[in-house]
């Protein structure tokens, strides 16, 4: 059984950064499939989902959605089992609960992750709220 924890949600004023941490249990790494990937979501207030930036768990490439290139960074720590998220130049309208999940099965392409409907584990997320 796989369980996703994020953690490093907080408050902060607009201009700032912070970094989030999904801590995986139960997911490994080294016997992911080759086309296995991680994401990040959030959600605002009101708002639908929406799909930030994904990882292939193998390889490490990424993906970013449009709104929010350049200013987000997804990374991972195979050895720690644990996915990351900077985020930079914090923006009130980026005030919303930060999700991560997994896919185990594999992908087509991570364009499909940050879909979510494809992924099958998912964390309680974590709540960022910025400042103006």
């Known amino acids: 059984q796989v369980q996703l924890v994020e953690s490093g949600g907080g408050s902060v004023q607009s201009g700032g950064s912070l970094r989030l941490s999904c801590a995986a249990s139960g997911y490994s790494y080294s016997t992911a499939s080759s086309s296995s990937c991680m994401a990040w979501f959030r959600q605002a207030p009101g708002k639908e989902r929406e799909g930030l930036a994904a990882?292939?768990?193998?390889?490490?490439?990424?993906y970013y959605h449009e709104s929010v290139k350049g200013r987000l960074a997804i990374s991972q720590d195979s050895a720690k089992n644990t996915l990351y998220l900077q985020l930079n130049n914090l923006k009130p309208e980026d005030t919303a609960t930060y999700y991560c999940a997994a896919n185990t099965k594999g992908v087509g392409g991570l364009w499909q992750c940050i879909l979510g409907g494809t992924m099958d584990y998912w964390g309680k997320g974590t709540l960022v709220t910025i400042s103006s």
């Open positions: 990882i292939y768990t193998i390889g490490g490439h990424t």
